[in-house]
């Protein structure tokens, strides 16, 4: 049998071979009688990357040249432009922009992972037509693939009747290569228009099939209310791990609908234990927020712009009114997950969105205390996938397991943070273990930074580089330098 771990160590891509020169790696010299690093860039050959950005290039050179830290530096040249070097293939459709970006090391696109992947890259796109044109071309994929399927995770580039998981006991479809039911999913497709025309004023990309997808959007956000019987998903798969599959005949737990939404897997493609996962419906209710801000401004869609709102408060009430829970340590503080009837799951997972995550998302404020409480559970011993040891801290999650730590996670905490301390110290542990590879890794152990999985995993890889950039945005590429 099959699992999601063993594909990707099997997953063979006609990609890949653009991807990285295994002879490329840091090479020791001797210069002066010593013995020191020389750090060689891992990119691929310029005739080789899948997409060059002028912008994109002229933010590496900038950047790198003020990072004193010369394996920070190596590390940021490897990383920031990874999604466009080896993920991204664009071109023309229907007379209009189309893009495709895989994970990395697996050959489907999945709509959170391919928003997140070119993220960085947005506030760039007004000085670099070309990269404005990719970046919309990705927004009419995404529109497309929510039209194909919304309960979709993860999308192929053309038909796949043979696909990997094609078995899935659920309605799958020759476009589809998953199809797990995760809120974040639309909310990532939702962040990725309203962010670009934000950025660069274009509403080219909001045309008559974008409005049916986010009708869809809406509809499956109801149905997943469960407000009048369990709606039209299930999902069930034949597999040895426990997480890869829904229990109760592929529905889930109960859940008591108080107007949250479920979500039948989390960011990480693992079912959900409780089916009102707290950050993914906080998502939702900004996503909503931006569907109504679009329908008003660009396609004067009254009808979009007042359901979106409705639903939005509605989601937003439940989440003051189920969503929040007193710990006896913490005080007041968002559990991970909730099902209505009053039991709460406190932990918290490394993917994004997570609990960690929602200020960097602007699904919270960053002075929202009951968040600030929650930070400081899931960064502790009390979240029971916060993993400790001599190769670093950072949170993890059931997808890999006991003691590996997602780097993701140390970069989340980075972002959200107010201490230039804390920034220097998670800093410290990215660049410390890259098993002295140059990228990020999906997760490393605690005590052993060569134990790592996902040697290509290009939405870290980016995060890791926006990490640096906006560092360096904000006057503090000193606290890159003072490690």
């Known amino acids: 049998m099959t699992t999601r771990r063993n594909f990707l160590k099997k997953s063979t891509l006609a990609f890949s071979a653009l991807a990285f020169n295994p002879s490329w790696a840091a090479a020791s010299v001797s210069a002066a009688g010593q013995s020191k690093t020389h750090y060689v860039c891992k990119r691929p050959l310029a ?122 006991i659920t309605d ?3 476009m589809l290569h998953e199809r797990k039911w995760e809120i974040d999913s639309l909310c990532y497709a939702v962040r990725l228009g309203y962010h670009y025309w934000k950025e660069t004023g274009d509403t080219s990309v909001f045309d008559a099939d974008w409005t049916k997808a986010m009708n869809l959007v809406i509809q499956t956000f109801r149905e997943q209310q469960r407000k009048e019987g369990h709606g039209p998903y299930t999902f069930l798969r034949k597999t040895e791990r426990q997480l890869d599959t ?30 009102f996962l707290v950050p993914s419906n906080f998502f939702a ?20 712009a007042h359901d979106s709102l409705a639903l939005a408060d509605e989601v937003s009430e439940a989440l003051q009114r189920y969503a929040v829970v007193d710990h006896p340590k913490y005080g007041k503080v968002y559990p991970f997950e909730v ?21 960097y998302l602007g699904t919270v404020s960053p002075d929202d205390q009951v968040y600030h409480n929650t930070r400081k ?10 993993f400790k040891g001599s190769a ?20 989340m905490r980075a972002q959200t943070s107010t201490s230039d301390e804390e920034i220097r110290h998670c800093l410290r542990m990215l660049r410390d273990s890259d098993a002295d590879t140059g990228f990020m890794h999906e997760s490393f152990h605690k005590d052993d930074p060569s134990n790592f999985t996902r040697s290509w995993f290009a939405w870290v890889n980016t995060l890791f580089g926006e990490l640096i950039v906006d560092l360096e945005r904000k006057g503090k590429i000193n606290l890159v330098n003072t490690l």
Request: aromatic share 8%.
């Open 47 to 168: 005739g080789e990357r899948r997409f060059t950005s002028v912008a994109v290039e002229r933010t590496i050179a900038g950047v790198k040249a003020k990072i004193k830290d010369p394996k920070l530096a190596w590390m940021f040249e490897n990383c920031y432009p990874n999604t466009l070097d080896t993920t991204v293939f664009h071109g023309v459709k229907n007379g209009r922009p189309d893009t495709f970006v895989i994970t990395g090391d697996i050959n489907a696109m999945w709509l959170r992972d391919s928003t997140a992947q070119v993220w960085p890259y947005m506030p760039l796109m007004k000085s670099d037509p070309a990269l404005k044109n990719m970046i919309a071309g990705l927004v009419n994929r995404q529109t497309a693939c929510i039209l194909i399927d919304p309960y979709a995770n993860a999308f192929n580039n053309e038909p796949h009747p043979d696909g990997e998981w094609m078995s899935d």
């Open 172 to 174: 799958m479809k020759p």
């Open 377 to 386: 559970l899931v960064l502790s011993s009390d979240n029971p996938y916060f």
């Open 339 to 359: 099902d209505g009837f009053g039991n709460a799951y406190l932990m918290d997972d490394a993917n994004v969105p997570s609990l960690l995550a929602m200020p």
């Open 392 to 411: 670093g801290e950072g949170i993890g999650g059931p997808h890999i397991g006991y003691d590996m730590i997602w780097p993701m996670s140390i970069i």
């Open 246 to 275: 829904v229990n109760n005949m592929g529905l889930g737990n109960p859940v008591n609908p108080v107007g949250l939404i479920v979500s039948s897997f989390r960011p990480s493609d693992d079912a959900t234990t409780f089916g």
């Open 285 to 304: 209710v900004a996503s909503l927020k931006q569907i109504a801000e679009i329908a008003k401004k660009v396609t004067n869609d009254n009808s979009l």
